[in-house]
C-alpha cells in the first residue's frame, strides 16, 4: 500500500488517530498514535520512542542496560505495507513498525529487524519460510472460565457464536484469513487458526490477530488471556508454529512423496537444526516463567526433547498432510511455543535454528512413535530424547551459551532480552505456583 492509499483511506473512513505499534522483548504490544493531521510527516519520518523501552520488562520494571538508560531515542518507523484499518475502534487504524536510528538504519535490538535478517539469510539460499501461529486463549468473566464447556463441544460453539462471528468479520475485514475455529480442553478456552504467510507476514498477523481477538472478547463483556497457564489446574495455552519452506515457485521444499512421513532431506535437516537448538530457542518461543507451567510432559505441549509423526507429545510434529494436496499441505509444528513470546523474535530464532541445521548436515534420529514420558529412561537414553528446559532460567542459560542464535541475535538485541527476562525470574522467585499464574493471567 503506498502512502498516497494511506492518506486517502484516512480521509475517506474519517480516521482519527493511526496507531504506531511494536512488540517489545517482554513480550508486551506497544505504541504510540498518531493523530491523523499529523499523520504525514510520522509515515514518513517516524515516532519518537526512548531506547529504555527495550529494557522494560513486562511488569514495566526498566533494567540497568548500558545504552538503554533516560539519554538516546529511536524511531519507530512504519511499514506501509501493514497499514490496517481497525473495526473494533472507532476512527482508528494502526501500522507495525520497524525501530530505527534516528539516522534511520535498523537498531540493533528491534525484534522485527532481527527477523528480517533471518528471512534474507534464508532466502540467500533459496528458502522462503511460510508460517503460521495459532491462538489458544481464555476467555474470561469475573476472573473466572465464562463458560464450563468441553473440548470441541458444540455447546462450547452455541455459547460462543456471536463472539466467533464477530471476530470472523473483524479479522476478515483486516485481510486475515481465518480458517478454523473450536472450543478448546479448558473451561473458557478457544483457538483459531489463520492462513500461513511468509515469516514476516505471519509475524505481523499474530499482532493484529492477538489485538482483534482481545478486542472483540472486550465488546461483548469479556476479557481474554493468552497467558500459557492462566490456572495451574487447567489446560494451558499454546501459541504453536506451523512452518514449512517453498522456493521461489512456491514449490514446498519440504515435501518428498517416497518419504514414510512424505518428509524432504532439507525438510529433516531444517527440523534437525530445531531440535538440536530447541534448549536455547525456548528462552524465545516459551518466554516467560508462566510458560514453563505449561511445558510439561503429558500436557500435549512436548516436554521431551523428540520429533514425531502426528505425536502431540513431541514438541516438533510432522502434521499430516490433506489427501490429494499432500504437496501443498505437508507441514511442521513447533509445538514448545506459547503466545507470551514475540512473534518476530520466536520466528526468527526458529530460522536460525533450521539453516543452521541445513548447512550443518544436522540428523534427525529416530522419531518418537509413542508418548515419550511412556518409554524407559534407558529406552529414552538410547533415542537420545532427554527432557527440555524446566524453567525460564534454565532456557536462559542454554540461550547465552548458544553461538548460533547469540550471533543471529546480536550483542544489543541480546543482552538486552537476556535483561528483561532475568528479571522476570527473579520478581517470581518467591511466589506460588497459583500467583504466577495469576499475574501472568492478563499480561499477555
Known amino acids: 500500500m503506498t502512502l498516497d492509499n494511506i492518506f486517502q483511506k484516512v480521509k475517506h473512513e474519517h480516521i482519527r488517530f493511526v496507531r504506531f505499534l511494536y512488540c517489545d522483548n517482554g513480550g ?45 531515542e529511536v524511531r519507530l518507523v512504519p511499514d506501509a505495507s501493514t497499514f490496517r484499518i481497525l473495526p473494533y475502534a472507532p476512527h482508528s487504524a494502526a501500522v507495525l513498525t520497524d525501530m530505527t536510528t534516528l539516522e534511520g ?21 533459496g528458502i522462503t519460510v511460510l508460517a503460521s501461529i495459532e491462538n489458544e486463549f481464555s476467555l474470561i468473566l469475573d476472573d473466572k472460565p465464562w463458560d464450563d464447556t468441553l473440548c ?74 493468552f497467558a500459557p497457564k492462566p490456572w495451574v489446574d487447567q489446560a494451558g495455552n499454546g501459541g504453536h508454529i506451523h512452518f514449512s519452506l517453498v522456493d521461489e515457485a512456491g514449490n514446498n521444499l519440504i515435501y518428498e512423496p517416497h518419504d514414510p512421513y512424505q518428509l524432504s532431506p532439507l525438510g529433516y535437516e531444517f527440523m534437525a537444526g530445531i531440535l538440536f537448538h530447541l ?54 509444528e513447533l509445538k514448545a511455543a506459547d503466545l507470551s513470546a514475540n512473534p518476530y523474535l520466536a520466528l526468527g530464532g526458529l530460522i536460525a535454528a533450521g539453516l543452521d541445521g541445513i548447512t550443518q548436515h544436522r540428523e534427525i534420529g529416530k522419531p518418537a512413535l509413542v508418548n515419550p514420558d511412556q518409554l524407559t529412561d534407558h529406552e529414552r537414553q538410547i533415542m537420545g530424547i532427554v527432557r527440555l528446559p524446566q524453567t525460564l532460567s534454565r532456557a536462559l542459560d542454554y540461550l547465552t551459551q548458544n553461538p548460533v542464535l547469540t550471533d543471529a541475535l546480536g550483542d544489543l538485541l541480546l543482552n538486552s532480552y537476556v535483561a528483561v527476562k532475568r528479571s522476570e525470574v527473579a520478581f517470581y522467585d518467591d511466589k506460588s505456583p497459583d500467583d504466577i499464574a495469576a499475574w501472568h493471567r492478563f499480561r499477555y
Request: proline share 7%.
Open 152 to 225: 470441541f463441544s458444540s455447546q462450547g460453539m452455541l455459547a460462543s457464536q456471536e463472539f466467533v462471528d464477530e471476530l470472523a468479520e473483524d479479522l476478515d475485514h483486516q485481510g486475515i484469513v481465518l480458517e478454523q475455529y473450536y472450543p478448546e480442553l479448558a473451561p473458557g478456552q478457544h483457538e483459531i487458526s489463520v492462513r500461513h504467510q511468509d515469516a514476516m507476514r505471519a509475524a505481523d498477523q499474530q499482532i493484529y490477530t492477538r489485538e482483534t481477538i482481545r478486542a472483540v472478547a472486550a465488546n461483548h463483556g469479556l476479557r481474554v488471556s
Open 28 to 72: 508486551i504490544i506497544r505504541g504510540k498514535s498518531a493523530y491523523a493531521p499529523t499523520l504525514t510527516a510520522r509515515m514518513t519520518g517516524g515516532i519518537g520512542l526512548t531506547v529504555a523501552m527495550q529494557a522494560m520488562n513486562s511488569l514495566d520494571q526498566l533494567q540497568p542496560m548500558k545504552g538503554m538508560g533516560p539519554v538516546g
Open 279 to 332: 534448549p536455547a530457542l525456548l528462552a524465545l518461543t516459551a518466554p516467560t516463567v508462566n510458560s514453563y507451567q505449561r511445558l510439561v510432559p503429558n500436557t500435549w505441549s512436548g516436554g521431551y526433547s523428540c520429533w514425531g509423526p502426528d505425536n502431540r507429545e513431541a514438541p516438533l510434529r510432522i502434521a499430516s498432510p490433506l489427501k490429494s494436496r499432500e504437496s501443498q499441505s505437508v507441514n511442521i
Open 105 to 125: 538504519n535498523p537498531w540493533e535490538a528491534c525484534p522485527r529487524s532481527f527477523l528480517a535478517r533471518m528471512e534474507l539469510k534464508a532466502r540467500a539460499l
